[in-house]
């Protein structure tokens, strides 16, 4: 009887240790945050964070269409280090360490205007050539009106990436309703930066977003875009410049007169 008390006690003294534990993970105490002032921008626009300099902490970069310099931070000091300066319009980014060697890459997006004839949409990628603090090289990719979103996607499987660039707008569309022409897509490899084709002329009106998504089994990447038609989801098929791409529209999103319709955003998760 004493050795099934015992054991007993015990079942009941883990049982209670254990949601005590879980009470204590499951805290409904408030979370508190506080403000850390990194840099001012005026107007900024879209930030991302990536390790640049390889100590293991998260760097911050931040545009501003309003700022000629694209930076990044360093943390947590914030000591900022110029990747490029004198350009106009920096509209958007995207980061990945396309070689290897700790220290990423920077696609970057310039020259932008929301009206096409006004909007030169130049496509760059930087590189630190060793020293993320030192003097970056920048080498034109593309110019293509209104060039608005960048991803790194691996869309053939290789191992890879291909970076993607989506205007917001076709060339013929004007304010207010920018549903006079239709947006493509299109994908450069990083072999030569030849300009492929994702989708040609066939999203009308506003790209809102493009995302990066492994939808499928496999190697490959897949492509998410947002934009007055809905959420589009596309997949490529071949490799390399043999690349074709199918179209699903997974869902039309909001019903409306132009610009009040479609998908503005999308994730996955």
Known sequence: MRLKNLVLSLVVALLASSCSSTEETR???PVTFRAHDIAEYRGGYAVEVADFNSDGLLD????????????????PSWEPHVIVSDTRAIVNKAIADLDGDGIPEVAIQSAFAMQAANSEGINWIARSGG??????DAELIDRFETSHHVIWVDLDGDGELELVNAPLIG???LAPTYDQDSASVFWYGQENWNRGIIADADIPGVIHRVRKVNWDTGGRDEVLVASFEGIGLYRARGTGDAMTFEKELISRGHVAAAPRLGSSDVGSG
């Open 131 to 136: 020293d993320p603090e030192g003097e970056w």
């Open 171 to 173: 060339p013929g569309s």
């Open 60 to 75: 911050v970069v931040a545009n501003s269409t309003g700022n000629p310099e694209l930076v990044w931070h360093e943390n």
């Open 27 to 29: 805290s409904t105490a």
